[in-house]
């Protein structure tokens, strides 16, 4: 029994050590939650929702409070966006939610694409990342696809405090 318990303990220790980490936050996922699950595919991955919003405009919110994460699914169901405001989450690079924009551009320089509402940039854009920083830090990032709204990040609420709370 003791060997057993030896056994698991090193394994779930071994396990955590190698590969990705549960955190990380990249072009394919945040937290190895990627886009273009069906609802049915993320039910699977991580379980009941602690909260769904249903948008009038067809959109619907999954919200995973103790995991600090929102996923945004179409209308016929698909992934189009993962959201976290957590200061867990954090890229190759270590910036993620909370950062300041300084390290977040020391990260990736020239490659940000500054998303601007009116003069004043409120968020920024890695390819499939966006980095809400509407007041010096990153508040939010969200892995989306290029049509689907920055004002869902810059709107998230501040850093550390976990989507829809």
């Known amino acids: 029994m003791v060997l057993a318990i030896a056994a698991a303990t090193a394994a779930v220790g071994a396990a955590s050590s190698s590969g990705a980490p549960a955190h990380q936050i990249s072009q394919r996922s945040i937290g190895s939650v990627p886009l273009g699950l069906t609802r049915a595919g993320y039910l699977h991955k991580l379980g009941k929702a602690t909260f769904t919003t249903r948008f009038g405009h067809g959109l619907t919110r999954l919200a995973y409070a103790d995991r600090g994460l929102a ?4 209308r016929k169901g698909r992934g189009l966006a993962v959201l976290t405001s957590e200061d867990e989450y ?6 993620g939610p909370c950062s300041t924009v300084a390290a977040l551009r020391r990260a990736y320089g020239v490659r940000l694409k500054p998303v601007r509402r009116g003069s004043r940039v409120v968020a920024y854009r890695l390819r499939r990342l ?3 920083a509407p007041s010096g830090k990153v508040a939010a990032v969200m ?7 920055v004002s869902v990040a810059v709107n998230a609420g501040p850093c550390g405090g976990g989507e829809g709370e």
Do not use: D, K
């Not at 892995?143 to 709204?149: M, R, T, V």
């Open 71 to 74: 996923i945004y699914l179409s």
């Open 90 to 95: 954090r890229t190759a690079a270590a910036v």
């Open 130 to 132: 966006v980095f809400a």
């Open 143 to 149: 892995l989306s696809g290029s049509a689907f709204p």
